[in-house]
């Protein structure tokens, strides 16, 4: 009771590590039948039961703090009140001693709390007024936000979302006092992922953000102009941009109901504001707005080019005669809150746009129907994600505690499995569950479970990236294959279902691939964690394979390549490109520099693989590459290639080089740094599992790259590769008709190799003399292994990695 009493005197905020129950157990000194008195000042007076305090009673402590209420064998039980002598007072529910169930809590700074308590921690929900008279109303656990719940700020402004250990964190809509809104995804109390910004003055853009900045593609609608509906777009986002909709990673909100009339454009002084920040000592949400009545306004941030080729702020009284053209939006793309391309558009042409990738969706429709995708829509396909997390539970709980020991012969083939019935009623050996009925086998359960323990991967923590009460989402497929993916709600790891052929190809190449991935553990090919399959009602097989994820990261990927050294058949029609395309190699227009040995044990690793790939007769894989774009320092700059700098000393576009040509990284940009252990996560990721790489400029120590903010990240092969994009423009894009000007990026580089379950069988023999009387033989995709190799490592040392002159 003593420690209770203390910790409300000193502060409000509990602990229920440092709290016990309060009790009274002191029975010495009696004076009357109703009154107790204790050796060390305490005293009681109320009922008792026997020598204990028990029904009504009051009891005061030396200090002056006082509880009146229910007792219970010796312990505050029931309702009552606590007064502290520092002024702060709860009256509610009190259970075993501890603050329990529902009470209002006044603090000595004038704070309230009135709700649901959990072992003297606010837990459900619950209504806070601060001191500063912000009020926060919604649910709690564990003493911060968590759930449903709104915030509004003395100032004006209101969120109303999800929040996760304190912070904005999912989907919810910010309204600003100004008449600004924000309607989308948050993570860390920043915009986070796609949303809408409305603007007071009618104005709006939908889009993506990183931490706070728009980063990404996006569209902008100028006061006064056509748009599509709200909730379309809101949909519309969710399909475009990337491995998750929207309305499956954040909670739903009314769409139409949440969106002001009136929106705007970039930049409003709402914008600018920190929402984010939380102060620890009273969880209240700081907010810098207070002082300002500033009203935003969308038509002083359009955008227009100007003779020198960079991006100006025009005036307001520029922008009349452009609001007054109703049909114009603006495709913009931006980078970490820059603005870097923009294309002007008629609203008759996006909708145009909009009613061909409808129409195209319709078609792919009725492809599907033959396809896996088409079979194992809506119901079926959340049945497959239960069955699959259902059978993953299972075979990763009966394999992990047998004891660890080398794989022999009899581990690997079709016959090294674990098979299970799993009715939907439960059995002796499974759960009930809510899906169907289905049959369930696991490939070489002990293989993968050494491969799982090689890449670094906890069994608890495997189970519970996959199988976990946030379940999987189900992601587009990204190719021609038909094939679901479903993604682990930490993005980490990646579910594909197979063909049968590409099942056998795997259980084929296991006993190479385990030996491969052992020896080398810079690897780039794909990781595979297991390989099971579900047999439903009607014989229906379905095969699947869980994989790393290539783009597992905390930074955003603005583009994806899937490289294969092939020209046949190799690019994207342009009016089918969003967000998140994997784009191929024609559509590839960027060079990339990196340090000199960097690239060197890149392409060390790609010989290996490729020379591995080439023994099992594997073809059509290719390398998938992610780019994170950092914001150039200038505004669409244009800089010459590093070799035609006439003097790297004095010219301005020259500083990020050394007089011998060596490419380093601007000081505003990327840095690489010595590596240090301590200062880098050294949490093994799905796609990792070696050592820090070493740096030629660095001295060939090992290192790490410091990101502007983000933090330092540790620079592995494949993983947080820092290098500068060039990418070349066309002659009528510059002024200049002697020289060949490039854009210069810094770029952070993710990649893997992929697709590497497909055999060269008789059937692609076949369709190699088919195609080869069409086109040119070296253009086409389908070659022989060890052609396909060697093409494939010329594409990438000349093409996208070329050496540095």
């Given amino acids: 009771m003593t420690r209770l009493k203390n910790l409300f005197d000193e502060d409000f905020e509990f602990n229920a590590e440092q709290l016990g129950p309060v009790s009274c157990t002191n029975v010495e000194n009696i004076e009357r039948l109703n009154e107790k008195a204790f050796s060390n000042g305490d005293f009681y007076v109320g009922d008792f039961k026997e020598i204990i305090p028990h029904g009504k009673g009051k009891y005061t402590w030396s200090d002056g703090t006082v509880y009146e209420g229910d007792w219970e064998a010796g312990k505050m039980t029931g309702k009552g009140l606590l007064v502290w002598p520092s002024g702060a007072t709860y009256k509610g529910d009190i259970s075993g001693g501890y603050l329990h169930g529902f009470g209002a809590f006044t603090a000595i700074d004038g704070s309230t709390y009135e709700g649901q308590w959990r072992m003297n921690i606010r837990h459900g929900f619950g209504r806070k007024k601060y001191s500063n008279s912000d009020v926060y109303e919604g649910e709690w656990k564990e003493g911060v936000h968590e759930g449903n719940g709104r915030y509004f700020w003395n100032n004006g402004n209101k969120y109303t979302g999800n929040w996760k250990r304190g912070k904005m964190h999912g989907r919810g809509v910010m309204e600003w006092v100004n008449g600004d809104q924000y309607n989308g995804c ?103 707005t207070a002082g300002s009545s500033r009203h935003s306004d969308s038509s002083r941030e359009f955008i227009r080019h100007n003779s020198s080729g960079t991006f100006s702020l025009d005036s307001d009284a520029d922008q009349s005669e452009v609001q007054e053209n109703a049909a114009v939006v603006y495709e913009r793309e931006y980078m970490q809150g820059v603005l870097i391309k923009e294309k002007i558009r008629n609203y008759s042409e996006l909708s145009q746009k909009a009613e061909k990738k409808s129409k195209s969706k319709g078609l792919a429709k ?334 060939d120590k090992e290192v790490d790259v410091l990101v502007p903010g983000t933090g330092r990240l540790r620079v592995q092969l494949g993983v947080n590769m820092p290098a500068q994009a060039n990418h070349k423009l066309c002659r009528d894009e510059t002024d200049s008709a002697e020289v060949e000007l490039f854009e210069v990026y810094d770029v952070v580089l993710y990649m893997g190799i992929i697709d590497i379950l497909q055999e060269y069988n008789v059937r692609k023999k076949a369709e190699h003399a088919c195609k080869s009387v069409k086109f040119d033989p070296v253009s086409i995709s389908v070659v022989e292994p060890e052609l396909y190799a060697k093409r494939f490592i010329e594409f990438l040392q000349q093409k996208v990695f070329p050496e540095q002159p």
């Fill in 186 to 288: 948050w993570l860390n109390g920043f915009r986070h992922g796609s949303g809408i910004y409305q603007y007071a003055d009618g104005g709006y853009y939908f889009g993506m953000w990183t931490r706070g900045l728009k980063d990404g593609k996006g569209t902008f609608y100028p006061a006064g102009s056509k748009r599509p509906s709200l909730k379309k777009c809101c949909i519309s986002l969710g399909h475009d941009t990337g491995n998750k909709s929207v309305l499956s990673q954040c909670s739903s909100l009314n769409v139409e109901e949440c969106m002001v009339k009136k929106p705007s454009v970039m930049r409003s002084f709402s914008e600018k504001i920190s929402v984010s920040g939380v102060l620890r000592s009273s969880g209240r949400i700081s907010n810098k």
């Fill in 366 to 699: 009725e492809t599907e129907q033959s396809s896996c995708v088409g079979i194992f829509r809506g119901k079926n396909s959340y049945h497959l994600m239960l069955n699959l997390q259902l059978g993953i539970r299972y075979t990763v709980g009966k394999i992990t505690p047998v004891p660890k020991r080398e794989v022999r012969t009899a581990d690997f083939g079709d016959r090294a499995r674990i098979t299970m019935f799993f009715p939907s009623r439960g059995s002796q050996f499974t759960p009930p569950h809510k899906s169907i009925d289905f049959y369930w086998k696991d490939y070489c359960p002990m293989v993968f479970r050494n491969l799982r323990e090689m890449f670094k991967l906890d069994a608890a923590e495997y189970m519970m990236s996959i199988c976990g009460d946030d379940g999987l989402t189900e992601i587009s497929s990204p190719g021609k294959s038909g094939s679901i993916f479903y993604l682990s709600h930490d993005d980490k790891f990646v579910i594909k279902t197979l063909k049968k052929s590409e099942l056998k190809v795997l259980l084929k190449m296991l006993p190479k691939y385990y030996n491969h991935v052992k020896e080398y553990e810079n690897t780039l090919i794909t990781k595979f964690f297991g390989l099971h399959r579900i047999t439903l009602p009607g014989r229906r097989k379905v095969r699947f394979v869980v994989m790393g994820n290539m783009f597992c990261t905390e930074l955003r990927i603005h583009r994806r390549y899937d490289l294969k050294g092939s020209t046949h058949g190799r690019c994207t029609d342009k009016n089918k490109i969003r967000e998140n395309t994997t784009l191929k190699d024609l559509d590839l227009s960027y060079e990339f520099q990196m340090d000199k040995s960097l690239r060197k044990f890149l392409f060390q690793q790609l010989a290996v693989d490729c020379m591995f790939l080439k023994s099992q007769q594997i073809i059509d894989y290719s390398l998938l590459l992610g780019l994170h774009f950092r914001a150039p320092e200038q505004l669409n700059g244009l800089l010459e290639p590093p070799n035609m700098m006439p003097n790297t000393e004095s010219s301005p576009a020259g500083q990020g080089l050394t007089t011998e040509g060596d490419l380093l990284f601007p000081s505003k940009g990327l840095l690489l740094v010595a590596h240090e252990p301590s200062s880098v996560s050294t949490e093994p990721g799905p796609h990792i599992r070696g050592r820090a790489l070493r740096a030629f400029s660095l001295g």
